[in-house]
């Protein structure tokens, strides 16, 4: 009889529970990774609330990170020793496509070849005890890194690839819009690069976090006009990098507002509902600044993410909101959906 493993799903709407299904056995060239914990992302937040839609039940979870359990034939238990600590990047890159060609595998299209056969439902899998692994998907991580602090590999690589999309340079301006989790994440990044960062968020608590986390400087959006205040406290030059965390296309032009000659806005956050914008090419033209996006790990991002939090160069323990057992799920997803929340992670 096959060995079990729980695993949690959302069955349906605003719900989530521990289910029972056969653990998945390690096959030639693959990693068994016995889960420890798994964040709950905005992605999988819209799957509960059905912002998103889904066939259910689903398994979410690709912010993941846990220990090997088993090796497969032709695999180098050396390289991949049952025991280590590990994040995995769950996202699939072909490595065969446009982008893939390009080195820039976060672009992949073609994530639906990833072989998620030994799932019992549809989804990515991080929310279940064992997750079988290609071996370019394991980042070996500090043992000693607490678990909750580990599954931040995922999104602080998210946040690099959007940095260096940004190309910081020391001494340099940077606006974050936003103060959610992504937001403070780049706040972090951007100090650690050496610009002067400036956060917009209309929301107090957020902004205090943001000056503890890094922030230079502050601003209420509600109380000032965020792109006039910029150019005044840049005397007139705008940002050299301007990253929009919002999904508001009314910030997103903002955003652009805010830059200046040859900077980089980058376009972080997906956006619900995608409304166009408006961009002069005159002003393009002008200014040469440039207008990009960021989406997903990359796998270079991944590498130093899981350095980074390895080494303790980027400590995400404030942004912590919670850690709770499997058996906990319900509670554990209603706490991450609260606007007043960051990161709620759960325990396997
Ligand atoms: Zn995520
Ligand atoms: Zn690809």
Redesign the pocket.
């Given at each position: 009889m096959a060995e079990k493993m729980d695993i949690v799903v959302i069955p349906e709407l605003n719900k989530a529970e521990v289910r029972t299904v056969d653990k998945p056995e390690v096959q030639p060239g693959k990693v068994l990774v016995r889960i420890l914990g798994c964040?709950l992302?905005?992605?999988?937040q819209r799957m509960f609330t059905g912002v998103a839609n889904v066939p259910k039940p689903f398994i979410g979870g690709?912010?993941v990170t846990g220990v090997i359990a088993a090796v497969g034939e032709g695999v180098d238990e050396k390289q991949f020793p049952v025991g280590k600590h590990v994040a995995a990047r769950t996202f699939y890159s072909c490595g065969h496509c446009y982008a893939c060609r390009h080195d820039e595998g976060n672009l992949c299209e073609n994530g639906n070849e990833a072989d998620r056969s030994w799932m019992a439902y549809p989804g990515i899998g991080g929310l279940q005890q064992y997750m079988l692994l290609d071996r370019n998907q394991i980042y070996m991580i500090n043992d000693d890194l607490p678990l909750e602090k580990a599954c931040f590999a995922?999104?602080l690589a998210?946040v690099l690839n959007s940095i260096e999309r940004g190309h910081l340079e020391i001494g340099e301006d940077v606006v974050v819009i936003g103060g959610g989790i992504m937001g403070q994440l780049h706040v972090m990044c951007a100090k650690l690069s050496g610009c002067r960062v400036i956060m917009s968020e209309p929301d107090g608590p957020r902004r205090e976090l943001a000056k503890k986390l890094g922030a230079d400087i502050c601003i209420d959006p509600t109380q000032v006009d965020a792109v006039e205040e910029v150019k005044r406290l840049t005397d007139g030059e705008g940002a050299a990098a301007v990253f929009n965390t919002t999904a508001v296309s009314a910030v997103a032009q903002q955003a652009i507002g805010m830059v200046a000659k040859l900077g980089t806005v980058v376009m972080y956050s997906s956006q619900h509902p995608d409304k166009p914008i408006e961009v002069s090419p005159g002003w393009l033209h002008n200014s040469e600044a440039n207008i990009t996006g960021a989406v997903s790990p990359s796998i270079r991002s991944f590498r130093r993410s899981v350095n980074a939090l390895s080494k303790g160069i980027i400590d995400p323990e404030l942004l912590v909101s919670g850690v709770f057992d499997y058996h906990d799920c319900q509670k554990a997803f209603e706490t991450a959906i609260r606007p007043d929340t960051f990161r709620c992670i759960i325990k396997f």
């Open positions: 964040a992302c905005t992605f999988e690709h912010e995922e999104p998210c």
